[in-house]
Every structure is written in structure tokens, then in C-alpha cells.
């Protein structure tokens, strides 16, 4: 067997660096329309009832992951809402250092039964169980998207 | 579609509706960076090309010459023996003439593309770019030499060649 070469100094070690620039295009699909669509024109959140399952989706889906029925009956939650968890996020999305931590919650909206991630502000912090409520963009500058809410601030 | 073919459940959506903005869509573009660790023949090959030479590894079970170089002889099933320099020049292999880049989007110029076989090496070959040529006057196995970037300029890079362009091996010269 011929002995096999192995790099000594780390200096001497190579990677060749890339790049893939890739993007995406995420449409909507029907439920996530129609709650969008809501937002955007009217500043309302709208979820979606399973009366089997007595819960309440939000975002809504179109069919119970419990029982698997579909679901037709929308119902308006929130504006306002409870925080459910709470955390100080020092880094941004793509994992980058954001100069100012941002206060990150998961927001139970009244009348649903799910958990909405959103910041916090206007706030010198919030504690599990604190009331909020939603402060939307004005209705020219909305475009459908969960950025459409600014953020939320105590009640 | 087929008469006889079943349509999938769901609710399509055409181009149209995406690009003209009747559905709401969400677009962001996120770049996925890496760093391949060339290991130590491919790091060693990409060392040479910057000192402008092409390096290849030497089986001495099969005789084999590998370029680009392995640490490992994939005939034999044994590690490689020694690094052995070959030529600059080789033989057109296979070529095309591509009009997409190599992430699939559309190129106003077309590129000619080949595999090289090189000279010194046991068959197999590199990728790469040719020049000073017309694509109607290709052929396989016509002979071609590495142009180089001008030393400064050349980083341990593939592209350190700039493309390969025809050559007449009796005179070593353009042909």
C-alpha cells in the first residue's frame, strides 16, 4: 500500500469557496390568500374553525390536521392577543449581528387557538401572560404579507 | 394531457396568475455560500495551476496518470503514488456549443465548452472553456493548448486557464 499524503500545516490547507444564488417565489395557496387578502384590504386576521375539534386555525388551514375534515367556517381573531413565550433575538434572520436586539414573541390572538411569531415593541419588555395588540401599516402601504403587522405593543 | 389521464387533485396555478399579480406571492432571494475543502490533490492541482502547470497523480499499479489528480486510484482500489506534471495541451474529447450559463440562465453570446483529454494524463479529462476558434471549425480530437491569465492575475483557480485554443502540436504554435 502506498502511503497516502496528509496536509501538515494548516496553512497549507485549501477550499475553494461558491456561492448558489437561489430564490424563491411562495405563493400563497388558497387559505393563506384569503387570510393575507384580509390583512391587506381590511386589517383583519381571519382563521379558520373546526366545530369537531372546537379549535380555531391561524393561520388558517383549509382542512383539520386533527380529524381531517375540511373546513369552511372563517372567524375573525385578535386584533389584540397574549404572549405565550417571549425572547430577545440578537441576530437577525440570515444569522447576521442586528445592532439593536429585537424582542421576539409567539402571540396567541384572541379567539384562536394558535401561536403567531411577531415582534414586540414600543415596549421595555414583555412577560408570558402580557397583553398586546397588532399595529398594522396603513392600508396604502400593505401587501399581503405578515410584514403587513409592524409589530405589536402592550394593550 | 390524455384523455384517459386523471388530473391531479389541487388547485392550479398558471405563470400568469404568479407574474401578473393576481395571487399574493412572497419572493426573497438567500444565497447559500460554501467552502469546499479541496482536500489535497484537488489543492495541490489548483496550487500548480497558479504556478501555470497542470499536475496530475500517477497509479503505479494501472500506470495510470489522473487529471485532475485523486489520492485514490478508483481502477485499483489503491492510494495513487506520485505526482507527475503533464502538458498544457490535449485533445478536444467532446464539445458544445451552450447557450446557457452554468446556472441554467439564458447567455447572449453563446460559449464553446469541451472536455479536454491532456496530454500526459490517461484519458478522462477537464472541463473548460475554448477560444480563437469557430465553433463550425470544431472536431473531436482536434489539439488544443491552455491560454493562461498572466501570473499576477492567476489565484489557484481553474480559470486560471482562460480556455483552450487550437493548436499545431508538430510547431507548437496557433494553428
Redesign the interface.
Known amino acids: 500500500?502506498?502511503?497516502?499524503?496528509?496536509?501538515e500545516r494548516v496553512t497549507?490547507?485549501?477550499?475553494?469557496?461558491?456561492?448558489?444564488?437561489?430564490?424563491?417565489?411562495?405563493?400563497?395557496g388558497?387559505a393563506?390568500?384569503r387570510f393575507?387578502?384580509e390583512l391587506?384590504d381590511s386589517g383583519r386576521f381571519l382563521g379558520t374553525r373546526c366545530a369537531a375539534c372546537d379549535h380555531v386555525y391561524l393561520p388558517p388551514s383549509l382542512f383539520c390536521p386533527r380529524c381531517f375534515a375540511a373546513l369552511e367556517e372563517w372567524k375573525e381573531v385578535g386584533p389584540q392577543g397574549t404572549v405565550r413565550a417571549v425572547t430577545t433575538a440578537h441576530r437577525g434572520v440570515?444569522g447576521e449581528t442586528l445592532e439593536t436586539p429585537e424582542t421576539l414573541a409567539l402571540i396567541q390572538l384572541d379567539g384562536a387557538d394558535d401561536l403567531l411569531v411577531h415582534r414586540i415593541e414600543e415596549s421595555n419588555g414583555v412577560s408570558i401572560g402580557a397583553r398586546v395588540e397588532a399595529v398594522l401599516k396603513e392600508a396604502a402601504q400593505r401587501q399581503?404579507?405578515i410584514l403587513d403587522v409592524r409589530y405589536f405593543r402592550p394593550v | 394531457m390524455r384523455e384517459r389521464t386523471t388530473p391531479l387533485p389541487g388547485t392550479p396555478l398558471s405563470d400568469a396568475a404568479v407574474h401578473q399579480g393576481k395571487v399574493l406571492t412572497l419572493e426573497w432571494p438567500s444565497s447559500l455560500r460554501y467552502a469546499w475543502d479541496t482536500g489535497v490533490a484537488v489543492g495541490r492541482f489548483l496550487s500548480e495551476l497558479k504556478r501555470g502547470r497542470i499536475i496530475g497523480r500517477r497509479c503505479h499499479r494501472c500506470q495510470r496518470v489522473l487529471v485532475p489528480p485523486r489520492m485514490f486510484c478508483e481502477r485499483c482500489f489503491h492510494p495513487t503514488d506520485a505526482w507527475q506534471y503533464v502538458e498544457d495541451s490535449g485533445t478536444i474529447n467532446t464539445y458544445s456549443e451552450s447557450h446557457i450559463r452554468w446556472d441554467a440562465s439564458r447567455i447572449e453570446e453563446p460559449i464553446l465548452v469541451a472536455v479536454i483529454e491532456i496530454d500526459g494524463a490517461s484519458g478522462g479529462g477537464l472541463l473548460h472553456y475554448l477560444g480563437e476558434v469557430r465553433a463550425e471549425d470544431l472536431r473531436i480530437g482536434m489539439k488544443v493548448k491552455a491560454v493562461w491569465k498572466p501570473a499576477e492575475e492567476r489565484q489557484g483557480s481553474i480559470l486560471d486557464i482562460r480556455y483552450f485554443r487550437p493548436f499545431d502540436s508538430a510547431q507548437d504554435r496557433p494553428a
Open positions: 500500500m502506498g502511503s497516502t499524503e496528509h496536509v497549507d490547507l485549501r477550499a475553494w469557496p461558491g456561492d448558489f444564488p437561489v430564490s424563491h417565489l411562495y405563493t400563497m388558497i393563506g390568500e393575507f387578502r391587506k440570515d399581503g404579507s
